[in-house]
C-alpha cells in the first residue's frame, strides 16, 4: 500500500476547483494508470481528540470522475466535526478502467485513511463510508465479503462502522448495463451485493427513490428483508415519485436536508459521530 502523502492542488475544470477549494487533495494511490485522488475537509475548529471520518464515493457507474457530487455533504459533516472525504476512483474515461480497479481503489483508500489516522487526527475505528449509485456499490464491496476474503493490508483492514448509502445499485447479478461493465457476467455476479448478504455486517442506512428507473425500489426493499433475516440492522428511507437523483444538493435542496439530517442522526445514534447541541432533531 502506498503511504504518499503528496499534497496536490485540485484538479479538473474551473467549476471542479472551485467547488473543491476548501478540500485538501492528496495522492492515495499511485496506479500504472496515473494518481488516484482523495479530497480532505477538515472541521474548522481544532482538537487533540481523534475525528470520526465520513467517506463518499460518487456515482456514475465508473464511467467519469465526478468527486463534487458529495461535497455539500462533506461540508455539513466537516460542520460537525468530521474529516469528510469526497473520493475519487480510476474511471473509464480517465484511467480506461471499470469497476475492478473502482472497487480496488475503494478499499485501498479506506485502508490508507486508517494507515495515516495519526497524521490527520482520525479515528480509525469511525468510518462511515457513504456513495451513490456506483459509488455506494464501492462501498458495499469493501464491507460485505467476509474478511478471509479482504485480508488487511500493512496491517489496516477496509471494514468501514457503518455505511450511509444513497440510490444504491444492489445487484449485478443479473444482466444489464451494470453487468455489462465487468469483465465478465460470472465476476459480476460473483460480487453482486446480493449474493454477499452475511450476518455480523455494519449497520447500513438506505435513501432511496421509488421511482428508481435504474434501481428499481423493490430489489432494495428484498436486500433489506434479507439483511435483516440475517440479523444486520438494516434501514431504508423511501422518496415517492423520486427518481434515480433526488438526493443531491442541486437537484433537490429539501431532499438534500431531509436526507443529510437523517443521516446525521442515524451516524449520532451509534457513536460515529458527535451529538449536535445546535440541532432541533430528536
Known amino acids: 500500500m502506498s503511504s504518499i502523502l503528496q499534497k496536490v492542488a485540485p484538479i479538473g475544470e474551473a467549476r471542479d476547483r ?14 500504472p494508470e496515473g494518481d488516484v485522488l ?10 487533540t481528540e481523534p475525528r470520526p471520518v465520513i467517506l463518499f464515493f460518487h456515482g456514475g457507474f465508473w464511467d467519469s470522475p465526478t468527486p463534487t457530487q458529495f461535497v455539500p455533504h462533506c461540508l455539513h459533516f466537516a460542520g460537525r466535526g468530521a474529516v469528510a472525504v469526497a473520493a475519487e476512483t480510476r474511471t473509464l474515461a480517465r484511467h480506461g478502467t471499470g469497476p475492478l480497479e473502482a472497487i480496488e481503489d475503494a478499499r485501498d483508500l479506506i485502508r490508507w485513511l486508517r494507515h495515516n ?48 448509502l444513497f440510490s444504491t445499485l444492489i445487484n449485478t447479478a443479473t444482466k444489464g448495463a451494470a453487468a455489462d461493465r465487468f469483465p465478465d457476467f460470472k465476476t459480476a455476479k460473483r460480487l453482486s451485493p ?6 455480523k ?8 427513490g421509488k421511482a428508481d428507473r435504474i434501481t428499481p425500489f423493490e430489489e432494495v ?12 440492522s438494516c434501514e431504508i428511507i423511501d422518496f415517492v415519485r423520486a427518481d434515480h437523483s433526488f438526493f443531491n444538493f442541486n437537484v433537490s435542496h429539501k431532499n438534500f436536508e ?3 439530517a437523517t443521516a446525521d442522526k442515524f451516524l449520532v445514534d451509534r457513536g460515529l459521530l458527535p451529538p449536535d447541541v445546535s440541532s432541533d432533531i430528536d
Open 18 to 31: 472551485e467547488i473543491l477549494k476548501d478540500a485538501a487533495t492528496y495522492v492515495y494511490e499511485q496506479r
Open 38 to 47: 482523495a479530497h480532505l475537509f477538515f472541521p474548522e475548529k481544532q482538537t
Open 117 to 164: 489516522a495519526d497524521t490527520f487526527n482520525l479515528d480509525p475505528n469511525k468510518i462511515t463510508v457513504g456513495g451513490a449509485g456506483g459509488g455506494a456499490f464501492l462501498a458495499l464491496l469493501a464491507t460485505m465479503p467476509k474478511a478471509k476474503d479482504l485480508p488487511p493490508v500493512d496491517g489496516f483492514d477496509c471494514f468501514p462502522q457503518a455505511l450511509v
Open 194 to 199: 446480493t449474493n454477499l448478504i452475511r450476518r
Open 201 to 208: 455486517l455494519p449497520p447500513m442506512l438506505f435513501f432511496h
Open 221 to 232: 426493499e428484498k436486500f433489506r428483508r434479507r439483511m435483516r433475516w440475517r440479523g444486520n
Open 258 to 260: 431531509q436526507t443529510i
